[in-house]
T-cell receptor, first 111, second 112 residues
Framework: AQSVTQPDIHITVSEGASLELRCNYS??????LFWYVQSPGQGLQLLLK??????LVQGIKGFEAEFKRSQSSFNLRKPSVHWSDAAEYFC?????????FGAGTRLTVKP | KAGVTQTPRYLIKTRGQQVTLSCSPI?????VSWYQQTPGQGLQFLFE???????NKGNFPGRFSGRQFSNSRSEMNVSTLELGDSALYLC???????????FGPGTRLTVL
């Protein structure tokens, strides 16, 4: 069965510091992988996605993610965090009709 | 293009009542999925509709139901509300269900 694990429930980084959010998945075939961001009380906004091809994926707001099949990982990175990046981040795997989300990582940004 | 819209944004109901939530997908999208989000359970898949047919259903009781209209708009209904149904209900649309989902802002349901 497919599943997604986000090992970090909460991460705090200083503004301007680099960020890496971890995501590990279990999936029987080549996965479709996504990262979404959610601000309090809002819906989910797509940051980036991986379907195939180049394993380093660029997204919006300066985020990128790297698909590593050997490690079953799809970690999200940003070189320099802004205060507005404070939100909850969700990794997801699968197609729409069979999509699973991780539990989320809440990001706090210190001034 | 307009995004996914959900109405109403907020609802307060009492136990035993029923509620209907509405979702209008992005124009051209024929797949609509519904999710329940709670602090304890996270994001849980409710069901997905494509061309007015339910293709997949999550592990929720029969009190949760949905439908899709010919214009791809979708509604979900929860009957005999329980306190545990308090949640943010998210709707997402995609072109055909095999591609990227785009989410609406959600409907916050509070059951008293």
């Amino acid at each position: 069965a497919q599943s997604v694990t986000q090992p970090d429930i909460h991460i705090t980084v200083s503004e301007g510091a680099s960020l890496e959010l971890r995501c590990n998945y279990s999936y029987g075939a080549t996965p479709y992988l996504f990262w979404y961001v959610q601000s309090p009380g809002q819906g989910l906004q797509l940051l980036l996605k991986y379907f195939s091809g180049d394993t380093l994926v660029q997204g919006i707001k300066g985020f990128e993610a790297e698909f590593k099949r050997s490690q079953s990982s799809f970690n999200l990175r940003k070189p320099s965090v802004h205060w507005s990046d404070a939100a909850e981040y969700f990794c997801a795997v699968g197609a729409t009709i069979d999509m699973r989300f991780g539990a989320g990582t809440r990001l706090t940004v210190k001034p | 293009k307009a995004g996914v819209t959900q109405t109403p944004r907020y609802l307060i109901k009492t136990r035993g009542q029923q509620v209907t939530l509405s979702c209008s997908p992005i124009s051209g999208h024929r797949s609509v999925s519904w999710y329940q989000q709670t602090p304890g359970q996270g994001l849980q898949f409710l069901f997905e509709y494509f061309s007015e047919t339910q293709r997949n259903k999550g592990n929720f009781p029969g009190r949760f139901s949905g439908r899709q209209f010919s214009n791809s708009r979708s509604e979900m209904n929860v009957s005999t509300l329980e306190l545990g149904d308090s949640a943010l209900y998210l709707c997402a649309s995609s072109i055909d269900g095999t591609d990227t989902q785009y989410f609406g802002p959600g409907t916050r349901l509070t059951v008293l």
